[in-house]
T-cell receptor, first 116, second 114 residues
Framework: GAGVSQSPSNKVTEKGKDVELRCDPISGHTALYWYRQSLGQGLEFLIYFQGNSAPDKSGLPSDRFSAERTGGSVSTLTIQRTQQEDSAVYLC??????????????FGPGTRLLVL | AQSVSQHNHHVILSEAASLELGCNYSYGGTVNLFWYVQYPGQHLQLLLKYFSGDPLVKGIKGFEAEFIKSKFSFNLRKPSVQWSDTAEYFCAVTSSSNTGKLIFGQGTTLQVKP
């Protein structure tokens, strides 16, 4: 596709349930990032994948959060036992991964998660 | 730890007014600096970026920003704003030591009155 896509666009869940959020990066982009946008915390980095390297998980807020990237393309962010403070917009971005951090990251439309 | 500070949280201007949004970062090494914009109902998109060379960079829609290394600043400017510039603006930084992950400021909401 032409841009980064994410699904679902909106997700409402009950506290304690698990959720999976999906990201399809731009074709050919080797770098993929997850961020979270919330009212109290602004935009926060969560996790970063670059090719076949071990992911940088330094931004994950707790062990309830995990992510994987299969085949170097699609990524899934999983939140287990959701809490109300997990309510936020989860953004995915991808980039060429070729410029050592100077390349442009292209963002998807986000998944708006509401935990009741 | 790296951080980015945006001084103005909410700015209201009339059309044709000049705009300057402040951004300061804390990191002593080599950095790449970005301004992203989020228009109402749209996703984040790049406005401009600096990674080397001329410290005055020009972006889309008439925006520019100046990297002043001695002040750790990367302020965004536009000489004459339009109603369509109403949006949220985010300053961000990456560095060679942080794997390219963006560290964002808190954002500035710009409202332009027609």
């Amino acid at each position: 596709g032409a841009g980064v896509s994410q699904s679902p666009s909106n997700k409402v869940t009950e506290k304690g349930k698990d959720v999976e959020l999906r990201c399809d990066p731009i074709s050919g982009h080797t770098a993929l990032y997850w961020y979270r946008q919330s009212l109290g915390q602004g935009l926060e980095f969560l996790i970063y994948f670059q090719g076949n390297s071990a992911p940088d998980k330094s931004g994950l807020p707790s062990d309830r959060f995990s992510a994987e990237r299969t085949g170097g393309s699609v990524s899934t962010l999983t939140i287990q036992r959701t809490q109300q403070e997990d309510s936020a917009v989860y953004l995915c971005a991808s980039s060429s991964g070729l410029a050592g951090g100077a390349e442009t990251q292209y963002f998807g439309p986000g998944t708006r998660l509401l935990v009741l | 730890a790296q951080s980015v500070s945006q001084h103005n949280h909410h700015v209201i201007l009339s059309e044709a007014a000049s705009l300057e949004l402040g951004c300061n970062y804390s990191y002593g090494g080599t950095v790449n600096l970005f301004w992203y914009v989020q228009y109402p109902g749209q996703h984040l998109q790049l406005l401009l970026k600096y990674f080397s060379g001329d410290p005055l960079v020009k972006g889309i829609k008439g925006f520019e920003a100046e990297f002043i290394k001695s002040k750790f600043s990367f302020n965004l400017r536009k000489p004459s704003v339009q109603w369509s510039d109403t949006a949220e603006y985010f300053c961000a930084v990456t560095s060679s030591s942080n794997t390219g992950k963006l560290i964002f400021g808190q954002g500035t909401t710009l409202q332009v009155k027609p």
